[in-house]
């Protein structure tokens, strides 16, 4: 499933061919994925210029000329693919631009969403509204953090995949940055102190970087939007190592809760 890196590395390749250009031709190719798409989309979309890409969370932005904003999420297993060589059945929305590139969604599972957005209403769109700060920007702070935290009840393994907390981590990048932050994922959110909440923003924004930096990082279905279907190669300190060393020696365990699996270090994380 792509995580923010993967989105944030999907909005840079994009941004490559996007950026500044004109589109030329948009083609939408189903009615919906996980919910409608505009009917106007297409439309709205022929022949604007598109001003800047961004992202929010898990979705990706393109914004232009005209005061919209396609809004993006690539659900499980969304991926843009750049002047693909075969439009296939799970190519669900094609845009060619003046300088004649061609950016294609696919999205075999369908779980991912397209939205047009008034630009200037953007905070306004119902997955926005409620939504806690990014953990890459000023707002993620220690103290943030734990006003956030201090009103509510829970373990912080569930607290910081909660989005009204911090936006956008998913499992794995909430397992890594607690087992870099040396905090047990069962420990009470309210019960973590000023010096370790400063030490658990610090290991978020470093494990996002960090793979960030690699190019983003994937299980399966991902693909750079570069146009080559593709796997990043990560590792991981704890995550998918259940019985493997941590750096200490100590075999990493898992844990299964709700569903998801938790991978931590019961010497190294208290
Ligand atoms: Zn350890």
């Given at each position: 499933m792509p995580e923010l890196p993967e989105v944030e590395t999907t909005v840079r390749g994009l941004e490559r061919v996007l950026a500044g250009e004109r589109l030329a031709a948009v083609e939408v190719r189903r009615p919906d994925l996980?919910?409608?798409?505009?009917?106007?989309?297409?439309?709205?979309?022929?022949?604007?210029?598109?001003?800047?890409?961004?992202?929010?969370?898990?979705?990706?932005?393109?914004?232009?000329?005209?005061?919209?904003?396609?809004?993006?999420?690539?659900?499980?297993?969304?991926r843009w693919r750049i002047d693909p060589e075969m439009i296939g059945p799970h190519d669900h929305l094609l845009i060619e631009t003046e300088g004649g590139h061609r950016a294609v969604l696919c999205d075999p599972r369908r779980f991912g969403s397209l939205d047009l957005v008034e630009s200037d209403a953007l905070d306004d769109f119902a997955p926005?509204?409620?939504?806690?700060?990014?953990?890459?920007?000023?707002?993620?702070?220690?103290?943030?953090?734990?006003?956030?935290?201090?009103?509510?009840?829970?373990?912080?393994?569930?607290?910081?995949?909660?989005?009204?907390?911090?936006?956008?981590?998913?499992?794995?990048?909430?397992c890594e940055a607690l087992h870099l932050a040396g905090i047990a994922p069962r420990t009470q959110g309210r019960r973590i102190g000023p010096e370790r909440r400063e030490r658990l923003v610090e290991a978020v924004r470093s494990v996002l970087a960090a793979a960030i930096a690699a190019g983003g990082s994937s299980l399966r279905d991902f693909a750079r939007p570069?146009?080559?279907?593709?796997?990043?190669?990560?590792?991981?300190?704890?995550?998918?190592?259940?019985?493997?060393?941590?750096?200490?020696?100590?075999?990493?365990?898992?844990?299964?809760?709700?569903?998801r699996s938790t991978f931590y270090c019961p010497r190294c994380q208290r």
């Open positions: 996980r919910r409608p798409i505009p009917v106007d989309l297409r439309q709205r979309l022929t022949g604007a210029r598109v001003t800047a890409l961004g992202r929010r969370a898990k979705y990706g932005l393109i914004h232009t000329d005209r005061g919209d904003t396609l809004v993006f999420h690539l659900g499980m297993s969304g926005f509204a409620a939504m806690g700060p990014e953990p890459l920007g000023g707002d993620f702070t220690a103290e943030r953090l734990g006003r956030s935290l201090a009103g509510r009840r829970g373990r912080i393994k569930a607290l910081l995949l909660d989005q009204h907390v911090v936006a956008g981590l998913g499992n794995i990048y909430v570069d146009g080559e279907l593709g796997y990043f190669a990560k590792s991981w300190r704890a995550y998918g190592r259940e019985g493997k060393p941590c750096l200490c020696g100590a075999p990493i365990r898992r844990r299964v809760d709700s569903g």
